[in-house]
């Protein structure tokens, strides 16, 4: 994991002569009422993605008879264009930092509308039959996910441009990630309780109220520079942005992998009842939350790239424990999740916190947030897709099939 400490420190580890004076905030400058204001909005934007693409299929399949194939189909290929095009997103967000944060929040505002109305017309489709079912869908999951990059990258960029020290950057990402948990939690329980018409009604009413805190929120620091958002492949170019990125990747790989598999864990190797399944989940992401605060504090010991390092072998150590379990081994596994959720919230907060330090040596603050948290929400989404692409498949080849009661080492898939 030694690449890790050149991105830090800007292109090859050095900073660049062109670098502008970075304001070296102290974490103390940014207070809780500010990391709320400019956090909020991640909690819709967090909110949104499980109904669409875990609900969403169970739902047009369930209800209205649309083949599986087909669903799957249309999900991968809407994923799929939705990651190329957020480098794209990335310079269109850059031209809009160039003209004013306000021209930003305006087309935040945009965004959001655009966001709540494609999902609600998403699962309250106004035709029928299989063909302009699908037809339909496709529409409103285009729409509703270019807004959502829109949206994420813009809400991304401007929390890069709030600049600071590690503890201060760190501190901004926490509280975007942290109310992101509490998104993914009230979307894993709301859809099945109130129902898909109270669930978009939700979203609506928090993108409203994300932006409507976002307005209030810290305004980014210096100017923007000529020539903002001139080149979407300036990211590349940065040997230290290549190197945090591989990083990124292969330890965002490791853990969609385990994202994917866990539930099939759960039901073929610990045989736990269905019931426990929301407790185990639970119990990731709480830990993930509440640990946020540690893992701040560490960063002010330590620094960014030690404290993530630790997240990552506290992983490592909670997997590798769950390899170990069988049967029945349910209060063992409680306690992975709760470790390997408490290790998540370094991949949540740090990061991110680390791309925003690289921006500024490499000379690119006020110039290319956009295009960097382009790349890097297009290496996310990739992450995902290559997760499933490579688990499930190896799975199979390996002979599992899911709902046979295995003992066999193959069942032996990690934790969440």
């Not at 829109?150 to 109310?179: C, F, K, N, P, T």
């Not at 640990?291 to 390092?309: D, S, Y």
Request: net charge positive; glycine share 10%; proline share 6%.
């Amino acid at each position: 994991m030694r690449p890790a400490a050149s991105p830090a420190g800007g292109v090859d580890g050095q900073v660049s002569p062109r670098a502008p004076a970075i304001i070296a905030k102290p974490a103390s400058d940014f207070s809780a009422s500010q990391g709320m204001r400019y956090g909020l909005l991640g909690l819709p934007l967090a909110f949104v993605a499980l109904p669409l693409y875990v609900v969403m299929p169970n739902h047009y399949a369930t209800a209205f008879g649309v083949p599986l194939a087909a669903l799957g189909t249309l999900l991968l290929a809407v994923r799929l264009a939705d990651a190329v095009a957020d480098p794209w997103i990335g310079r269109l967000a850059d031209h809009l930092y160039a003209r004013s944060p306000e021209t930003v929040l305006r087309f935040g505002a945009v965004a959001s509308a655009l966001l709540a109305l494609a999902f609600a017309g998403l699962f309250h489709p106004p035709t029928q039959g299989q063909g302009p079912l699908l037809a339909w869908a496709a529409a409103m999951l285009v729409a509703a996910s270019l807004a959502y990059s829109l949206l994420s990258i813009a809400h991304q960029a401007w929390g890069a441009l709030l600049g600071g020290d590690e503890a201060r950057r760190s501190r901004v990402v926490a509280w975007r990630e942290g109310w992101g948990l509490v998104g993914v939690l009230l979307a894993s329980v709301l859809p099945l309780v109130a129902g898909l018409g109270w669930t978009s009604a939700v979203l609506a009413g928090a993108l409203v109220a994300g932006c409507a805190a976002w307005a209030r929120a810290p305004r980014p620091v210096g100017q923007r520079q000529a020539g903002a958002g001139s080149d979407w492949r300036l990211p590349l170019q940065v040997a230290g942005f290549r190197h945090l990125l591989a990083v990124f990747m292969v330890n965002g790989i490791a853990s969609a992998c385990a994202a994917t598999l866990v539930l099939f864990f759960i039901q073929d190797r610990l045989q736990a009842p269905t019931a426990m399944q929301p407790v185990f989940l639970g119990a990731y992401f709480l830990c993930a939350a509440a640990g946020m605060p540690l893992w701040l504090r560490r960063v002010a010991r330590c620094g960014l790239v030690r404290a993530w390092l630790e997240g990552m072998l506290l992983a490592v150590a909670a997997f590798a424990g769950a390899a170990l379990l069988d049967a029945g081994d349910t209060a063992a596994f409680l306690l992975v999740c709760m470790a390997s959720g408490l290790a998540l919230g370094t991949d949540l907060a740090l990061p991110g916190a680390l791309l925003a330090g690289l921006i500024g040596r490499a000379g690119h603050q006020g110039r290319a947030e956009g295009a960097y948290f382009g790349w890097w929400n297009f290496a996310a989404k990739l992450n995902l897709a290559l997760a499933a692409g490579l688990a499930l498949p190896l799975l199979a080849l390996a002979g599992y099939e899911p709902c046979r009661r295995s003992r066999s080492p193959i069942a032996c898939c990690p934790a969440p």
